[in-house]
């Protein structure tokens, strides 16, 4: 279940932008659907697309999902640690245990 003050935050940041609010399967919003389920219920969207921004948001999606899989062993070290022992390749690890090249 999602904190409430964590909804909250969200519902205030999409103000006007129903595509960014969290999305239920019960009215009671205690379970959230997962982004494999949304696509059933997407929209065509009412304006023609600016390719630059999509692009620059397809950019960052791939940006952060590599950066998850490459620093999630030294995520939460501290700053000296990268100092010594920086980045250079996949490694398995972290806080969350995961696999070489895994994502959450």
């Known amino acids: 279940m999602i904190h409430p003050l964590l909804n909250l935050y969200c519902r205030s940041l999409s103000l006007n932008k129903s595509w960014l609010e969290l999305q239920y399967h019960d009215l009671n919003e205690k379970f959230i659907k997962m982004p494999h389920e949304l696509e059933n219920d997407m929209k065509q969207p009412r304006s023609p697309l600016n390719e630059k921004i999509l692009d620059r948001v397809h950019g960052s999606m791939i940006g952060m999902t ?30 969350w245990g995961l696999k070489k090249r895994q994502v959450l």
């Open 66 to 95: 590599i950066g998850d899989a490459l620093g999630a062993h030294v995520q939460f070290r501290p700053h000296q640690y990268l100092v010594e022992k920086p980045v250079t390749d996949f490694q398995a690890g972290g806080t």
